[in-house]
């Protein structure tokens, strides 16, 4: 692993003419080195700090705990028969050809080990059935390769077995954490929502003084007494979003959006210092433990302001572990009878669906016609809408399957006249990751970001061109801080992306109109 | 020999049965502690089994990722179906009706079977990508099947055995009452390569076949927020 100092070379793929399958690069990106984690940071978090004496059995004990504590990973290890379709289907192994970011090529570096350790044939014959033993070299492909997967899921819909291999790069990642082998980017943020609240670091204070900015500017810009609270008991909504919307643009502009649409339809909301983050590392990270940490911040927030709803803002891997995993995690859900989870779920009002996403949120106030927009406000933007692939693949919104592609693009059709889809293939469940998810979406891997956004790239590419689109519309923090960095690397301006809200931002009337 | 076989089929049969038995008893037992259906996904539970259906029988996700494979992989696997179906007669007196009836479709299904075999092994070659993740054992488990089958259908069109007798010996082993197998080398290599499949079931990634059902992307609801989901270790957990 490089010295942490050592700058690594950025590279952006040449657009294809013909969007073939890649031939393959051996070892292209062997050179991918994610920093790893000091000591105080897998400390900090409950793991040894550095790789640990004997950690080749201590990790093999670890699968075999995980083996037993996940049937997703249990029945993945036995089930791939090696067919190949899921081969093309990820964004890395498209931008790089390197072949171990094939899924397939992913999940064999555990299952190799898993089959020398776990299976008759691996102990008898290993080199027929492919089976390694863990050595040094097979660690450190591990913590190169699983920090090469943005667990986006994008194989499991083509696997004819559902074989996701998130779920197996999560494994991997927690069997990497419990011997000490952490990933610098992913654990320093973890430390830091625990101790200060959110994944920015962001103290309470500085967060009282940004939000009380947002109501200058939005007053100064709209006339409107929008507000944007701070730890107030008895609010209704209890507003839980990526700390990223508290400055960064342009995740910020979304913000703003979410204030106009509660100050429009009269709902009374409050964001949370001691919750001001909705996104959830430990996921990334695999840690059921860690994620549980991490959510309960927010069913503590809820029963101490005692707030009768819980809406989660535009953040994609955020909104797969509220909508799938909050219920599990915290009880922040419906439908339990075990009195942990119904302390929390009598307090909340069954007429919504807890949590709700945001976009839920307005599009029910659209349909009910208690928002008003000009549409027109929106006409310098040609937009198109990138599916995140958390919220794709790994949730929902409304009713019915589906909703999470439906609804956004319903608002955006709703406060917009100009809107154009991107290919079919690129978007809804086969949606391309944007690149940087799964906790990759820092520096030092910058060069594997800008290859991973290729196909998204492409299908932007040929819309922009073709139809002049200007705005790639997204309900993610992580793809709109990813894409900002890596639009240039394709020619195109930073400023194309942004949130959904951002444009019901645009175009709200707040009443007080002339 | 026909004692030799016999016991041959006695193990096979109780390594396959025991052993999947086994296996599939793991991954039930096994906790799914968080919902991870690959949405858009069903919200109920018919629709799991609707979900379920269309990826057994008609190989749905594959379908959407590569038609090549998924018209190879289909063709060999509805193929195999009707060969067995068509085998049953071999144990059943008198034969089935329906198992009648197929008996002349379970011939072109031998050929089905074996061409998409056959096409699959090619992809092993000549796709760079495939060829890449291949191992030992993926190429000799496709020897083993191509070897069932075109051993089968040789002995169909090529060198008949007497399936009279093929028949009395399968169905005196189901009541432990061994009659002579016919002394034929075909049917020698045929049945050695069946038994060697049955044994090796358990322990390879013939699991895909039982390891679908069990394969929480797919067999999952899509209800997180109406139903509380937990796991036994997961709910030790709130006991802290
Ligand atoms: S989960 Fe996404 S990033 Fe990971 S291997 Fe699959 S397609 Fe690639
Ligand atoms: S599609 Fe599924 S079964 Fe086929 S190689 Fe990929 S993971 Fe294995």
Known sequence: MAAPDAKPKVEAPAYREFPTIPALQPEAMAGSNPYVAADKHNEAIGFPGALVEGWEQKAIAKMGELLGKYRSLRVYMDSCVHCGACTDKCHYFIGTGDPKNMPVARQELMRSVYRRYFTLPGKLFPGLVGARDMTKDVLDDWFRYYNQCSECRRCSVFCPYGIDTAEVTMAAKEIMHSVGLGHKYVNEIIGKVHKIGNNLGLPGPALEDTLQGLEEDVKEDTGADVRYPLDVKGAEVLLVTPSADFFAEPHVESLIGYGKVFHAAGISWTLSSAASEAGNFGMFIGSYDQMRKIAMRVREAALELGVKRIVVGECGHAWRVAYSFWNTLTGIGAGANDPFAVELQKQLDPNYKQPSHICEVTWDLIRQGRLKFDKSANDHRIITFHDSCNVARGSRMGDDPGGQFDIPRAIIKAVANNYVEMARGTTREKTFCCGGGGGLLTDELLDLRVKGALPRMEALKAVADGKGVNFMATICAICKAQFTKVLPFYGFKMGMVGGVHQLVSTAIQLGNEQ | ?240
């Open chain 2, 1 to 240: 020999m026909s004692l030799l076989f016999a016991i041959l089929f006695y193990v096979a049969a109780l390594v396959l049965v025991v052993g999947v038995a086994y296996r599939i008893r793991e991954f039930a037992r096994t906790p799914a502690p968080l919902l991870i259906p690959t949405t858009p996904a069903p919200t109920s539970t018919g629709g799991v089994a609707l979900r379920m259906a269309r990826e057994v029988v008609l190989f749905e996700s594959l379908f959407k990722s590569n038609l090549w494979i998924w018209a190879f992989g289909w063709l060999f696997h509805m193929g195999l179906f009707l060969v067995l179906a068509r085998h049953l007669r071999y144990f059943t007196e008198p034969v089935w009706s329906w198992v009648a009836l197929i008996q002349p479709f379970g011939i072109y299904a031998g050929f089905a079977m074996a061409a998409g075999l056959a096409a699959l092994w090619a992809r092993r070659f000549l796709v760079e990508r495939i060829r890449y993740i291949s191992t030992p054992s993926d190429h000799l488990m496709l020897a083993l099947l191509l070897g069932i089958a075109a051993t089968g259908l040789a002995m169909k069109f090529l060198m008949h055995t007497d399936i009279v007798a093929v028949k009395a010996f399968f169905l005196g082993l189901m009541v432990f009452d061994i009659q002579p197998l016919p002394a034929h080398p075909g049917l020698y290599v045929h049945l050695l390569l069946v038994a060697l499949l049955m044994i090796v079931f358990p322990f390879s990634k013939l699991l895909h076949a039982p390891g679908i059902f069990f394969s929480p992307t797919r067999n999952q609801a899509d209800n997180p927020r109406e139903a509380r989901h937990v796991a036994p270790w997961a709910a030790k957990l709130e006991q802290q």
